[in-house]
């Protein structure tokens, strides 16, 4: 009895994948959404939860509270946070050292999406030894690493179609983002602007789904409360608006010096691990025992900022030393985030420019925690290449609709500056490049991704020895096959058009024909194609470029774990590939 139910949920396991190797799979990938969301913001809770757990111990006065530890924790925590790094990742196996957003992005583009849970657990503890420590860097982009990986191992486990995992990857984005700042639309956009890099409706509404389980798992344990806290704030002036648009080319700037630096110290990641992570922890120690502003998250400072409580000296030493200790360790290879950084970042050029503004024009002048959200919003739509994520971010911290007006303006501009001028693509897109790995698939690539080879496959063919006798002949060719597939005894395999067959058996000489001698199929007169196999979870992405790098004609697919000799259960063609894309 017990057989029955496992044939049947095996069944309908078989149909559910089968049926995502379609492009319209839009219920299948809305439960998966559900599913992965969870198990992302399960994840991130868990994180979080470890975080606050030693810094509720070394900090009782609050988190971000670095500056109230004697000044020589400022230099000792970091740099044993350093040496805790260095001996963590010297013994792990250099593969399973790749963490961050870059590292998702390079699966993502380059491995379909499967990511190892080994590196979601360094990341786990890397980004946990960083946040502990006060190592300038974020939560955010741990919280994206562990949310992508989380997801994309429930498809691993599942063994879905590779079109799908690109979703799942998607949905675990949002759910971290939303999770990790209480934002959930800006971890819907963050998920299709930044990693996916495109937008469709079978993509929208599951990572919708995920990134709203996200938040409501955060909002359970963590409460409602956004990351900051944003007083009321508004507009005073239209006159304003040159002068945020002057803004957005200052942030501009900054945010391409940023980007630049942390490229510039991208090739430091191939010298010793352990060396880099102490290099990283001593040199954040010796800036923060003069600036402890810098240490960890700094959300105490942003809350400082847009109260205006810092001056105008106090905010341009604080991002100066930020940015340069931020890029130096992000660089180096540290398992930490740099959205948080760039937020922080922002916050304290949009409260320098908002004190500039109310000792210039104070009869004009918004309050300075308008120019904070504003600064945060500009600096993070121009590193991270994201307008539509900032805005949204924008939007769900302040609470404020009229807002969005004049953030629309600094982030257009800053966006512009930094992709035409500066000529930058994103901190994560210029980092990938100097590492030398691909930074996106292209249109077409991201049109074949989206489809399982599945949904595409030639069924009607009839498998065949290479060498039939006439009468044999005749009865497969009676079933009307679009090919037949020869398959020899070496493991080679053929597709011979029917057409040509026939036409073979029509016009050969009847001495050649008789009962006794078999047809060589290979040897007549017929258009042949080479086959080579492929697994029944590629997308045609992946059969495509098999085909290029093998330059076969055409690929036979089988189900994952078959024999490599067992019958082919669908063949698709080289045509049929290209064909999909410029229809």
């Given amino acids: 009895m017990p057989a029955k139910p496992l044939k049947y949920a095996q069944q309908w396991l078989d149909n559910f994948r089968l049926r995502l190797a379609y492009t319209d799979a839009l219920p299948q990938l809305t439960l998966l959404g559900l599913i992965s969301g969870l198990a992302a913001a399960g994840v991130i809770i868990l994180f979080r939860l470890a975080i606050d757990e030693p810094l509720d111990w070394l900090l009782p006065h609050g988190h971000d509270d670095f500056e109230s530890l004697p000044r020589i924790w400022h230099f000792g925590l970091p740099l044993l946070g350093g040496l805790l790094l260095a001996l963590f990742f010297h013994w792990l196996e250099p593969r399973y050292r790749a963490v961050g957003v870059t590292h998702v992005l390079d699966r993502l583009h380059s491995h379909q999406g499967h990511m190892s849970s080994r590196n979601m657990w360094a990341q786990f503890f890397g980004g946990l030894i960083c946040l502990a420590s006060g190592q300038s860097v974020g939560r955010e982009g741990p919280a994206v690493h562990m949310g992508a990986a989380s997801a994309s191992i429930i498809g691993r486990w599942f063994r879905l179609p590779n079109n799908s995992m690109r979703t799942l990857v998607a949905c675990g984005v949002a759910a971290a983002i939303s999770a990790s700042f209480n934002t959930p639309m800006a971890g819907v956009i963050f998920a299709m602007e930044v990693v996916l890099m495109e937008y469709t409706i079978t993509g929208f509404l599951p990572v919708i789904l995920a990134s709203v389980s996200g938040a409501m798992l955060s909002q359970i344990f963590f409460g409602r409360e956004i990351a900051f806290a944003v007083p009321s704030i508004h ?18 700037l900054i945010s391409s010096l940023f980007i630049q630096l942390v490229v510039k110290l991208v090739p430091l990641q191939r010298k010793a691990v352990a060396g880099r992570m102490i290099m990283a922890g001593l040199i954040t120690g010796i800036a923060a025992f003069w600036v402890p502003e810098i240490m960890g998250i700094g959300y105490d400072t942003v809350d400082h900022a847009m109260r205006g409580e810092l001056t105008v000296q106090a905010l341009l030493l604080i991002v100066c030393v930020k940015l340069i200790i931020t890029a130096t360790v992000f660089g180096l290879g540290i398992p930490g985030g740099s959205i948080g950084p760039t937020l922080f970042m922002g916050a304290c050029i949009g409260g320098l420019l908002g ?8 009869e004009l002048a918004s309050s300075p925690a308008f120019y904070v959200l504003l600064g945060m919003s500009g600096m993070m739509a121009a590193v991270l290449n994201a307008p539509l994520a900032a805005l949204l971010a924008l939007l769900e911290l302040s609470a404020s609709h009229t807002i969005i007006f004049p953030g629309m303006l600094m982030v257009v ?20 490049a100097a590492q030398g790995k691909k930074a996106r698939t292209g249109l077409a690539g991201q049109i074949l991704a989206r489809v399982g080879i599945e949904s595409v496959l030639e069924r009607n063919f009839v498998t065949c020895d290479r060498r039939q006798f006439y009468d044999d002949l005749r009865k497969l060719l009676a079933a009307q096959p679009e090919w037949l597939l020869v398959d020899e005894l070496d493991g080679k395999k053929f597709l011979v058009r029917p057409a040509d067959v026939a036409q073979y058996l029509e016009d050969a000489p009847m001495e050649e024909l008789t009962l006794e001698r078999e047809v060589d199929l290979l040897k007549i007169p017929a258009k042949r194609l080479e086959l080579t196999p492929i697994h029944s979870r590629a997308n045609l992405f992946e059969a495509q470029m098999l085909l290029q790098q093998t330059r076969a004609d055409a690929l036979y697919v089988q189900r994952s774990g078959a024999p490599l000799l067992s019958s082919a259960i669908g063949i698709v063609t080289r045509h049929a590939i290209n064909s999909y894309y410029q229809i």
């Fill in 235 to 252: 507009m005073n002036s239209l006159w304003e608006l040159p002068y945020i648009a002057f803004g957005g080319l200052v942030i501009a």
């Fill in 355 to 362: 004190l500039l503004a109310h000792q210039v024009a104070p």
């Fill in 413 to 432: 501009i800053a966006c512009i500056t930094t992709r035409v001028l500066v000529r930058n693509n994103g901190l994560f897109q210029e980092i990938l």
